[in-house]
């Protein structure tokens, strides 16, 4: 057995049994294992940011690793947005990324590059093997950095002459670290502040925003008059109907300051202390009211669950205390496309189990309220800012989860980073169903440009922030990748769109011109 299918059995045999592929020369050990190796999943994608993006997103509904397969480092480079997004995520991924072999890197052959230099600011680990005997080993290795809570980017480098050479075959598979339960000190300081009756807020991120964890923030909430909010960005919310609503701390700086202006206290769970997404004149970098004070209950890495039970005990939480959300669903829309009319035929149509994938950025900024009532769904944000993650993120929620709707929400110019991904899901038969709102512009930036204390643009400016001249045709675009797609104009039309995008099973575009 060669290295690179000892590594495949380890990969395996640890649990790391999908793995999104765009591979070269020096991966072709790797992909020809992928033959003799039962139980991998392979996925090719066309492009190295669907690669992290989807893994990504299977990571975040399977709470497990899934594997790259990347060809040195310029693919490992093309790869670097979605591994940022990934990694802001805490998600657990294992890259295995191809390198030359060890005789042959002095030479300074065309894709010769510092293959580490590019890794270690996108990873938590990294790790060149050394050798055909030990690459199973680094594979197990690689496996457990990658599922140490909260979740890792572990990235192993693989010479070609450690894949190709003879091995010791695979390596067993690794301890996964558990969860570090909190001490007892944060229980009780917790405890004290909700007694206090000065208004507080828990700011919830992470396993803390899972359906059974919320239920206790709930009941939490209910003994102690305590509020619920969630990040701005989060990986995983799971909402609707029957769950304990939480919405997100607003984008725009000044609406989040405003709305966490009333809290004596913050206890942040998992969460971090918010701050700007960016930095503008005049204004505050922490969104923090004056006054407020912030407490820590637990880390993002540690048990949330067993945080919120323990407090939920020490402030005599009923169980079945928390206020859920009740059912309800707008009525269809007719008239005007715009964010209110969308929200309501999202809100109306959104099937149980739903997948949001949501990089739908100024359209989507006020999807929340009318989506809120819908049956169970899974929300999804980008964390880590970088645009083109909504349609891979989408792919790998739909590897990691065949029976379940994906809808993913895109803006249009976050889109065309990363449209590969429709053919990786054609290719798949993936149920996705993808909304692309088509303003032909990055209207954020407009919003940005005068916040910044930028004023008055003129026609130069002004052609850096519209994508029109020419207007992108989606329906082409996606049909050109093997995916049915429409073109909507009124609310109408989006409400039997989207309708027939949700009856196909496969994937399905929706240009929504506004
Ligand atoms: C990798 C990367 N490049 C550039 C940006 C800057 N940026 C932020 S939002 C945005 C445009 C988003 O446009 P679109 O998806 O159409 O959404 P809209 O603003 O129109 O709602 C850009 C270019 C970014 N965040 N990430």
Redesign the pocket.
Same mark, same amino acid.
């Given at each position: 057995m060669n290295g690179a299918e000892s590594l495949v059995r380890t990969l395996v045999q640890g649990g790391v049994n999908v793995c999104f592929t765009n591979p070269g020369t020096s991966e072709m050990h790797f992909v020809a294992a992928l033959d003799r190796v039962e139980g991998m999943n392979c996925l090719l994608c066309l492009f190295e940011g669907v690669v992290s993006g989807a893994a990504d997103g299977y990571a975040r509904m399977t709470g497990k690793p899934a594997s790259t397969l990347l060809h040195l480092g310029p693919g490992l480079g093309n790869a670097v947005?979605n591994l940022h997004n990934a990694r802001k995520a805490n998600v657990p991924m294992v890259n295995i990324v191809g390198e030359h072999a060890t005789y042959h890197v002095e030479y300074d052959a065309p894709l010769t590059a510092d293959i580490e230099g590019i890794a270690r600011p996108v990873s938590d680990w990294v790790k060149t093997s050394r050798g055909a005997r030990t690459v199973a080993a680094d594979g197990a290795e690689a496996i457990a950095a990658a599922s140490a809570p909260p979740g890792q980017i572990a990235t192993l480098i693989l010479p070609a002459n450690s894949a190709w050479d003879d091995s010791e075959g695979p390596a067993p598979t690794p301890v996964i670290p558990e969860r570090a339960t909190v001490a007892e000190d944060a229980i009780t300081g917790a405890a004290e502040i909700l007694r206090s009756g000065a208004p507080t807020l828990l700011l919830l991120t992470g396993q803390a925003l899972y359906a059974h964890t919320l239920d206790l923030a709930g009941r939490i909430a209910a003994a102690t008059g305590a509020e619920l909010m969630a990040q701005g960005a989060n990986a995983r919310l799971q909402r609707g109907a029957g769950r304990v609503p939480v919405n997100r701390i607003p984008f725009v700086a000044d609406q989040a300051l405003a709305v966490l202006a009333p809290y004596r206290n913050i206890i942040l769970v998992g969460a971090k202390e918010p701050v700007a997404f960016f930095a503008y004149p005049g204004k505050p970098s922490k969104l923090e009211a004056e006054g407020c004070e912030f407490h820590r209950l637990c880390e993002l890495a540690e048990d949330a669950e067993d945080a919120l039970a323990r407090l939920a005990d020490a402030v005599g939480a009923k169980p079945d205390g928390a206020a859920v959300q009740q059912p309800g669903r707008p009525d269809l829309p007719t008239g005007e496309l715009n964010s209110d009319s969308i929200a309501a035929v999202l809100g109306a149509l959104l099937p149980e189990g739903a997948i949001v994938a949501d990089? &739908?950025? +100024? +359209?989507?900024r006020g999807f929340y309220p009318l989506t809120a009532g819908a049956p169970p769904h899974d929300w999804l944000n980008n964390m880590g800012? @970088?645009?083109?993650l909504g349609m891979p993120l989408a792919t790998g929620a739909a590897v990691a989860c065949p029976d379940r709707k994906v809808i993913c929400l895109?803006?249009?110019? @976050?889109?065309?980073?990363t449209l590969q991904a429709l053919w990786t899901q054609a290719r798949a038969g993936l149920d996705v169903t993808t909304v692309v709102?088509?303003? =032909? &512009?990055? =209207?954020?930036?407009?919003g940005?440009l005068a916040n910044v204390g930028a004023e008055n643009p003129g026609r130069k400016a002004l052609d850096m922030?519209n994508?029109d001249r020419p207007d992108l045709d989606w329906v082409k675009m996606a049909n050109g990748m093997g995916v049915e797609a429409s073109r909507v104009t009124d609310a109408q039309s989006f409400c039997h769109a989207f309708a027939a995008g949700l009856d196909v099973v496969g994937p399905y575009l929706i240009e929504v011109v506004l």
């Open positions: 947005a990089e &739908s950025v +100024t +359209t989507g800012g @970088s645009i083109g895109e803006g249009d110019g @976050s889109g065309m980073y709102f088509a303003n =032909r &512009s990055y =209207r954020i930036l407009m940005e922030l994508i």
